[in-house]
């Protein structure tokens, strides 16, 4: 069983940054998914275990950074020129014992922390 519990959300202004946690009870493969009001949940970012390769939607590539301290057992998402589009609940999440076929894919994945809102206004 992996526990996730995320921390670091809140409300910015647009172009503004905010740096998100998750801190992981095991060492796993780890992704960051965010879900709007109305909206389907949608992969973001995520990282290997080593923290040695990364993966980034399009939407998000070139503004988010996905790291993580093993030592710590603690995932990051750097966000910065953050847009009111990212408005969202956060999620991290963990899959059990294994690397995600599909890393995308919500249903690839066990773990879910409980979410951490972030809202940006213009």
């Known amino acids: 069983q992996v526990q996730l519990v995320e921390s670091g959300g809140g409300s910015v202004q647009a172009g503004g940054s905010l740096r998100l946690s998750c801190a992981a009870s095991?060492?796993?493969?780890m992704g960051w998914f965010r879900q709007a009001p109305g909206k389907d949940r949608e992969f973001v970012a995520a990282?290997?275990?080593?923290?040695?390769?990364?993966y980034y939607a399009f939407s998000v590539k070139g503004r988010f950074t996905i790291s993580r301290d093993n030592a710590k057992n603690t995932v990051y998402l750097q966000m910065n020129s953050l847009q009111p589009e990212d408005t969202a609940v956060y999620y991290c999440?963990?899959?059990?014992?294994?690397?995600?076929?599909?890393?995308?894919?919500?249903?690839?994945?066990?773990?879910w922390g409980q979410g951490t809102q972030v809202t940006v206004s213009s």
């Open positions: 999440a963990a899959p059990k014992g294994r690397v995600p076929v599909s890393y995308d894919v919500p249903n690839e994945y066990d773990y």
């Open positions: 095991g060492r796993t493969f």
């Open positions: 990282v290997s275990w080593t923290g040695g390769r990364t």
